[in-house]
């Protein structure tokens, strides 16, 4: 999964509760994608970094924030989660050689439940 | 909106022969464009980029890209059960360059 990790990798909780899914990358790519990927939906974008706390929204951000201190890691928290979050949640990075966001790499993804 | 439609699937051929997979884009400056396959259970895992116009070869892999037609599609020579899979067209679309993906498009290789 060329050098990305997440975690957890499975999280069950309940509405109302916060949570924090963390990425972690060892490939220093200046790049970082938060996705979620839902039946009939496909991957959709959340939110993503182009640096160290440079991040912007993505097509569903709402009730999605992230934060990116350093390089390799990039947390995506749910403030209050609710049900309609219950989703598999992927990290991509991307080096964005010459200026243009290119090959994304995905992480291996964590399965949230919101009950 | 900026869309990718990929055909709803799912597709099913017989091992060894040709599949074919197609997805157009609606933004007309899009200009790089990958192919991703995604295996049950498993994250999506590139497996294919195209820049220019034209057919790229990667051993039983072949993209086309046609942006006149805004079309690009993957051909899958010899497939195998192993090919198996959801495989996931993305577009760079737009001038912040966020990469777009179809919803996919399930191929079954039946032995």
């Known amino acids: 999964d060329a050098g990305i990790t997440q975690s957890p990798r499975h999280k069950v909780t309940e509405t109302g509760t916060p949570v924090t899914l963390r990425c972690h990358q060892t490939e220093n790519h200046r790049y970082m994608y938060w996705y979620r990927q839902d039946p009939g939906h496909g991957l959709r974008l959340i939110h993503y970094?182009?640096?160290?706390?440079?991040?912007d929204k993505g097509e569903v951000s709402d009730g999605y924030s992230v934060s990116r201190s350093k390089t390799e890691d990039f947390l995506l928290t749910l403030e209050s989660a609710t049900s309609s979050q219950t989703s598999v949640y992927f990290c991509?990075?991307?080096?964005?050689?010459?200026?243009?966001?290119?090959?994304?790499?995905f992480g291996p993804g964590t399965r949230l439940t919101v009950l | 909106q900026k869309e990718v439609e990929q055909n709803s699937g799912p597709l099913s051929v017989p091992e060894g022969a040709i599949a074919s997979l197609n997805c157009t884009y609606s933004?007309?400056?899009?200009?790089?464009f990958f192919w991703y396959r995604q295996y049950s259970g498993k994250s999506p895992e590139l497996i294919m980029s195209i820049y220019s116009n034209g057919d790229k070869e990667d051993g039983r892999f072949t993209a086309q890209l046609n942006k006149a037609s805004q079309y690009v599609s993957l051909l899958i020579r010899d497939s195998q059960p192993s090919d198996s899979a959801t495989y996931l067209c993305a577009v760079i679309t737009g001038a912040n360059s966020k990469l777009t993906f179809g919803k996919g498009i399930t191929l079954s290789v039946r032995p």
């Open positions: 933004d007309r400056v899009s200009q790089s």
């Open positions: 991509a990075i991307s080096e964005g050689r010459g200026g243009v966001l290119g090959e994304q790499f």
């Open positions: 970094s182009y640096g160290v706390k440079d991040t």
